[in-house]
């Protein structure tokens, strides 16, 4: 089996999670549905590119973009402690999904994505946090499951 990806840079992040995959003895069913969801990164980046395209012809970018002044939160703040809240409890769901692999993992990663979206999720974290006037910023993460991986 081969992954494909849009660019040489992807190729070192997707061949990693791809030998992490074989490593843990998915399915092949497992493996290929990622595979689904990481030849897609191509098609966001494109999709974001014509967006981007089309706001510069009809709209000045002030209106669309954030300050370019906006001062992180102070850590004390309760928009950025949920948010941040939110977003690991986000990560763990995926690690547990992924890591039972499909289907057994599939509610999961299912609930996952749920948990990103509407005014209880993180979308309505990270709007709260906007709305006080601050950046979006995410804290570092301690948990060692989520470690920066060095660029390839």
């Given amino acids: 089996m081969e992954v ?8 070192g992040l997707y061949g990693r999670i791809y030998a992490t995959l074989v490593a843990l003895n ?3 069913e ?11 990164h191509g098609d966001l980046l494109q999709t974001f590119y014509h967006v981007k395209l089309g706001l510069n012809r009809h709209t ?5 973009l954030a300050a370019a002044n906006l001062a992180a939160p ?4 309760l928009e950025h402690r949920t948010l941040q809240q939110r977003f690991a409890h986000l990560l763990h769901t995926l690690y547990v999904g992924y890591k039972n692999g499909i289907p057994a993992g599939a509610n999961k990663i299912n609930g996952a994505r749920s ?9 309505g974290a990270l709007d709260a946090l906007a709305a006080k006037g601050f950046l979006v ?14 660029h390839p």
């Fill in 26 to 28: 998915w399915n092949e």
């Fill in 115 to 123: 948990s990103m979206l509407g005014s209880s999720g993180v979308e």
């Fill in 30 to 40: 497992g493996i290929q549905s990622v595979q689904i969801l990481l030849s897609s």
């Fill in 4 to 11: 494909r990806c849009q660019s040489q840079e992807d190729n």
């Fill in 60 to 64: 000045p970018p002030a209106t669309y």
């Fill in 137 to 150: 910023v995410f804290d570092p993460l301690s948990d060692p499951r989520f470690a920066p991986i060095p």
């Fill in 74 to 77: 102070p850590a004390t703040n």
